[in-house]
């Protein structure tokens, strides 16, 4: 991870910690396998904000338009869309259905 970027990420840790303010932060850097992550106060605060960060991302994951294999396996795994297999199957239960007059 460059320099400017460990910095600026110790420069907002010494300001929250100064202000009492809670945080949670993580950097990961694909290239090299570095990672960075930064917490600071009251654990119930953190929780909170990972709470939060959770919620957006499950909304940002459901409500993506990216149509990329990573993005919808997301989508899958998450419960938003059911797997091709799946959606097949059951217009395959519901088309034998029409045909034998049962539905």
Known sequence: MNKKIEALLQGLQDECNKAELP???GII???????????GGAL??????LSTLTE????????GTCNCSNCE???????????T???DSNIDDL?????????
């Open 85 to 87: 297999s799946e959606s």
């Open 95 to 103: 088309l034998q259905t029409f045909l034998r007059g049962e539905l």
């Open 56 to 63: 957006l991302f499950l909304n940002s994951v459901k409500n």
């Open 23 to 25: 945080m949670v932060c």
């Open 44 to 49: 119930i605060d953190q929780s909170i904000i």
């Open 73 to 83: 396996d997301l989508r899958e795994a998450f419960g938003f869309k059911q797997k």
């Open 29 to 39: 850097d694909k290239n090299n396998d570095a990672q960075a992550t930064l917490v």
